[in-house]
């Protein structure tokens, strides 16, 4: 079939596809007549998910991210949300609800406040906007009051209910760590009784950081020992009396040649160097005492050493099993002190009034319903109507074949087209002349 046969096809069945489009169009107007309207109303909130916990210091990522808004947008058409609207909006007292509940739901089973709140489920949607960290909540109803009401609602419920979640769970954990706190705790001291009463049994003892009190004095004693400056008997001050004597002598020496013996120089000379050989006398005596006193001092920080030394080696097997019990208390003491830090941070948390959302606004109403869109339906009933009328047409066509030009002539019989007679010569004469005509669009086929 060419684009001409199709649309003289067309063209012959012009006042079925235009019944068609009409009929569609009528039952167009018939659904805006019929069918309320509804009306959306927006609420907006925007959630905390690119800035950490305060408490917790958590951030969202990647795909924690999309779960995390699916988890909330699920929790606002949960009945733990939209449960709560039949009753705040007075559902629960309403008449005409009340004889449409025991119309149509009471007998299969479903009590009425949950069957009132499917309805606000079932009207409810919830959706990121594209782009953003808002999520939208969308109600709609018949009424635009009652759609806004109703959208503020359910953003108040869900803020409400996400903290309420938020601090039961972190109350519900804050009570485990407590226990737990406690078992560790216990732990900690027994540990502690039982490194207590070896270190008294055994006579061995922790001086911290994992360190016995033998290793730790045998640790100083070896470094006193080798800090500890070497004492020497210095000779300066024993040089510079003898250079004195040695100066006096010759000095006497020289004076015992020119003066008597009994001369009161040489007297003077012969006292001064008396009283400086005491002296000298003197300083090699404590030069003496001060040397054998640090050899004795060296030699008994030496056997202080050998004597701490033999004692740790002794103790050894002690050693390790104190150490093994200092571990012991170590670990429980740090399990202690992070259970216990958790704690604390789950109890701020179950005191926290932030539910890491932000509403943005009061919830906003259209000025046009939603549902019905005249324009859409009125357009969308013309398309359809001459759509199922072109179908009609070519159904029709196809069940009553008609000839409608040369062409279709030519592909229903395989012989050669003589002439195309013009439609009102061939009424005149045609029945005179004993011929078949068919009408066209242009003229008449005839054969004989």
Not at 89 to 101: E, F, K, N
Not at 104 to 129: M, N, Y
Not at 136 to 163: Q, V
Not at 325 to 345: C, F, I, P
Request: some cysteine; aromatic content about 4%.
């Amino acid at each position: 079939m060419s684009i001409i046969q199709f649309f003289r096809i067309l063209w012959a069945r012009k006042w079925m596809i235009l019944a068609a489009a009409g009929s569609c169009v009528a039952g167009g107007i018939v659904v805006l007549l019929v069918l309320p309207p509804r009306w959306e109303a927006h609420a907006r909130i925007m959630l905390s998910t690119l800035k950490p916990d305060p408490i917790t210091g958590q951030v969202f990522s990647g795909a924690a991210t999309m779960t995390y808004v699916d988890t909330q947008t699920e929790l606002i058409r949960d009945y733990s949300v939209a449960g709560q609207i039949p009753a705040q909006v007075g559902w629960l007292s309403d008449p005409d609800l009340i004889a449409r509940y025991q119309q149509s739901a009471k007998k299969s089973g479903q009590d009425f406040p949950h069957w009132a709140a499917q309805l606000v489920i079932e009207r409810t949607k919830a959706a990121l906007v594209e782009g953003s960290n808002i999520l939208e909540i969308t109600y709609s109803a018949s009424d635009p009051n009652e759609a806004k009401i109703i959208a503020d609602h359910l953003r108040r419920d869900y803020i409400d209910t996400s903290l309420s979640l938020r601090r039961n769970e972190a109350l519900r954990n804050m009570q485990w760590y407590d226990a737990q706190a406690q078992k560790s705790r216990d732990a900690m001291l027994q540990a502690q009784s039982v490194l207590a009463a070896y270190e008294r049994e055994n006579g061995v003892l922790m001086a911290g950081d994992k360190e016995d009190v033998d290793s730790a004095q045998l640790r100083a004693l070896t470094n006193q020992a080798v800090t500890s400056p070497i004492t020497t008997v210095s000779s300066e001050g024993t040089a510079s009396f003898t250079a004195q004597l040695a100066d006096l002598d010759s000095q006497i020496s020289a004076l015992q040649q020119k003066l008597g013996p009994n001369h009161p120089q040489l007297q003077a000379l012969r006292t001064r160097r008396k009283s400086l050989a005491e002296l000298a006398g003197k300083e090699q005596s404590a030069q003496a005492q001060a040397a054998n006193a640090a050899a004795a001092n060296a030699t008994a920080l030496q056997r202080a050493v050998q004597a701490q030394k033999a004692r740790v080696i002794g103790n050894s097997d002690k050693i390790g099993k104190l150490r093994e019990l200092q571990t012991k208390v170590d670990l429980a003491q740090d399990q202690y002190n992070k259970t216990l830090a958790r704690a604390g941070e789950l109890g701020q948390e179950a005191a926290a009034a932030d539910a890491g959302v932000t509403p943005l606004g009061p919830a906003t109403v259209a000025n046009e319903p939603a549902f019905p869109k005249k324009p859409l339906i009125i357009i969308g009933s013309i398309g359809l109507g001459l759509a199922m009328g072109v179908m009609s047409a070519l159904l029709a066509e196809l069940l009553a074949r008609r000839l409608r030009s040369p062409e279709d002539l030519q592909n229903a019989i395989d012989v050669p087209l003589l002439a195309v007679i013009p439609a009102e010569r061939l009424r005149r004469g045609g029945r005179r002349l004993g011929l078949v005509a068919t009408e066209t669009t242009g003229g008449s086929l005839a054969r004989a």
